[in-house]
């Protein structure tokens, strides 16, 4: 089974802040890799699919990169609607999908 | 617009059985492949089980398999999912989510997209 780690599992950002989130996988996964941003109570959104590819209405702060084994999904200047958990996902062992543990970013 | 909405959610006994729905609105319900992710209170989240559009292929997380049944209805555009044997580690917020796809080599990019709002299940006696 592929096994997913994010680093770190929580930060403190301020307002402006660029903000740098990794994800790792256990095994090469090329780009098959998704990040999603979930809010206290909320449902998660899919922020960026297939490594790098920006969802439709996501706002271009975001983005994310990497290949194999190694991801980043970087926010360049952090707005307060960004506080909020951070997912990475695998879809290289599709049908079976693997999260990551989350990165939780709040208010410094 | 796409929209999905959870329903069926309770509290329940250990050893007793529940069955959540998932109503789709808003696009071709019987193109998609449909998801269960689920999420413990305080943690993270956990693919349940994934339907093709069609209901031919079903596959699930170890955790569940055995006990719990992913099934749709295309003609109602909703998806199902039957849980027995609940035990109290299932207590979780289970979402719907569609899958959405872009074709590649060797196989298809994945990903989920939208997600439904949730519905809490929780188990205890």
């Known amino acids: 089974d592929i096994q997913m780690t994010q680093s770190p599992s929580s930060l403190s950002a301020s307002v402006g802040d660029r903000v740098t989130i990794t994800c790792r996988a256990s095994q090469s996964i090329s780009s098959y890799l998704n990040w999603y941003q979930q809010k206290p109570g909320k449902a998660p959104k899919l922020l960026i699919y297939a490594a790098s590819s920006l969802q439709s209405g996501v706002p271009s702060r975001f983005s994310g990169s990497g290949s194999g084994t190694d991801f980043t999904l970087t926010i360049s200047s952090l707005q307060p609607e960004d506080f909020a958990t951070y997912y990475c996902?695998?879809?290289?062992?599709?049908?079976?999908?693997?999260f990551g543990p989350g990165t939780k970013v709040d208010i410094k | 617009q796409v929209q999905l909405v959870e329903s069926g959610g309770g509290v329940v006994q250990p050893g007793r059985s529940l069955r959540l729905s998932c109503a789709a609105s808003g696009f071709t319900f019987s193109s998609y492949g449909m998801h269960w992710v689920r999420q413990a209170p305080g943690k993270g989240l956990e693919w349940v089980a994934v339907i093709w559009y069609d209901g031919s292929n079903k596959y699930y997380a170890d955790s569940v398999k055995g006990r719990f049944t992913i099934s749709r209805d295309n003609s109602k555009n909703t998806l199902y999912l039957q849980m027995n044997s609940l035990r109290a580690e299932d207590t979780a917020v289970y979402y719907c989510a569609r899958d959405e796809y872009s074709s590649s080599f060797p196989h298809s990019y994945n990903w989920f997209d939208p997600w439904g709002q949730g519905t809490l299940v929780t188990v205890s006696s």
């Open positions: 996902q695998q879809s290289y062992s599709t049908p079976i999908f693997t």
